[in-house]
């Protein structure tokens, strides 16, 4: 059936450090890619998504990247803030159904 | 503009028992799924209802049903309460197109906190 697949599960980075996050997904008809971000006691948030026509999207600090070919996806944080401690999840869809990943918890280290 | 409201925040159930939840979506979003959230599970798709009609269905059992109102606003009804129902509930909108074109963007709710004992 159709998997998302998150790696790592949990990740501690120096504040400023970068963090990177990576996915890679089953179907390969999927064509939208978003991120969520949950902080504790709130539901998942849009940080950032991309679509399948697209190689690379920045938003300030966060990108993220899609390689169709090998059906891998990843998100990138640069120079790490404390508030982007949280739990990220990745996710793919194609219209009629959206996976998730499993999630990855980001620990920003003073 | 308001986002998703879930209702209640809070609930505690004993085995057995039944439980409905509501989501109220963003203004014109027609549709909403329902995601059970565990630790060790992460996110867990239940279903998406689209225009009062059940569009998608994950792997639950029956004592996991939803509907849809005319209004959009969706519950979801959990009968016979197991232990391992505990989880955080979260509802998802979004305008709810369908097939590849349409725009699949999900706005979370707060969730709501289910606890069985």
């Known amino acids: 059936g159709e998997n998302v697949e998150q790696h790592p599960s949990t990740l501690s980075v120096q504040e400023g450090d970068s963090a990177v996050i990576k996915c890679t997904y089953s179907?390969?008809?999927?064509?939208?890619f978003p991120w969520y971000k949950q902080e504790l006691g709130k539901g998942p948030q849009l940080i950032i998504d991309?679509?399948?026509?697209?190689g690379e999207k920045k938003d300030q600090r966060i990108a993220v990247t899609l390689n169709k070919t090998a059906k891998h996806f990843s998100l990138h944080i640069t120079e790490t803030q404390p508030e982007d401690s949280a739990v990220y999840f990745c996710?793919?869809?194609?219209?009629?159904?959206?996976?998730f990943g499993k999630g990855t918890r980001l620990h920003i280290l003073p | 503009k308001a986002g998703v409201t879930q209702t209640p925040r809070y609930l505690i159930k004993t085995r057995g028992q039944q439980v409905t939840l509501s989501c109220s979506p963003i203004?014109?979003?027609?549709?909403v799924s329902w995601y059970q959230q565990t630790p060790g599970q992460g996110l867990q798709f239940l279903f998406e209802?689209?225009?009062?009609?059940?569009?998608n269905k994950g792997n639950f059992p029956g004592r996991f049903s939803g509907r849809q109102f005319s209004n959009s606003r969706s519950e979801m009804n959990v009968s016979t309460l197991e232990l391992g129902d505990s989880a955080l509930y979260l509802c998802?909108?979004?305008?709810?197109?369908?097939?590849?074109?349409?725009?699949?963007?999900?706005?979370f709710g707060p969730g709501t906190r289910l606890t069985v004992l």
């Open positions: 203004s014109g979003h027609r549709s």
């Open positions: 998802a909108s979004s305008l709810g197109g369908q097939g590849r074109s349409g725009n699949n963007e999900q706005f």
């Open positions: 996710a793919a869809s194609k219209g009629d159904k959206i996976i």
């Open positions: 991309i679509r399948s026509n697209v």
């Open positions: 209802y689209f225009s009062e009609t059940q569009r």
């Open positions: 179907d390969s008809a999927s064509n939208y």
